[in-house]
């Protein structure tokens, strides 16, 4: 499945959220269903700088250019982001990653527009960081 794919399925489901407090509490319910990282994953490394909460993303290359994102957070409305962002984006190719117009997408969904500067500050600190990794270069092994 593309990302565009992806987008397509969650902008559908998002369709039938009348209004910002039912889409707030379907992406709070997303976050309740993210797998915690282990301790020793929650580190300075891996946590993403500009989050007005704490959130951890461990992001791993896969082999065929592939990116697997996983990632936490000690607030529920950050999680439900992380699980946006994972449906998105995790096991895609990192082009598709890059060509991808996330924030267009979110604005679209009608996330973004009702979040506070600092989620959407955080929002986009973790989008950068996805697209940062999706932009490095693999180094052959």
């Known amino acids: 499945m593309t990302v565009q794919d992806r987008a397509d ?21 997303l976050g309740k ?11 300075e490394e891996t946590r993403v700088r500009g989050c007005a909460s ?22 529920m409305i950050v999680s439900g982001l992380i699980a946006l962002l994972i449906r998105l984006f995790s096991e895609a190719p990192k082009q598709e990653i890059l060509d991808f117009d996330a924030p267009a997408f979110l604005e679209q ?10 989620r959407s500050n955080g929002l986009n600190a973790m989008l950068e960081r996805i697209r940062s ?8 092994e």
């Open 9 to 29: 399925d969650i902008a559908a489901e998002f369709d039938f959220l009348d209004d910002w407090e039912t889409r707030y509490a379907h992406i709070i319910d």
């Open 33 to 43: 269903q993210n797998p915690t990282l282990e301790p020793d994953e929650r580190s």
């Open 54 to 75: 704490q959130v951890w993303m461990v992001l791993e290359e896969e082999p065929d250019d592939r990116l697997k994102i996983r990632a936490e957070s000690d607030a």
């Open 109 to 118: 969904i009608g996330v973004t527009g009702a979040l506070s500067a600092q």
């Open 133 to 140: 990794v999706a932009a490095a270069q693999s180094v052959p």
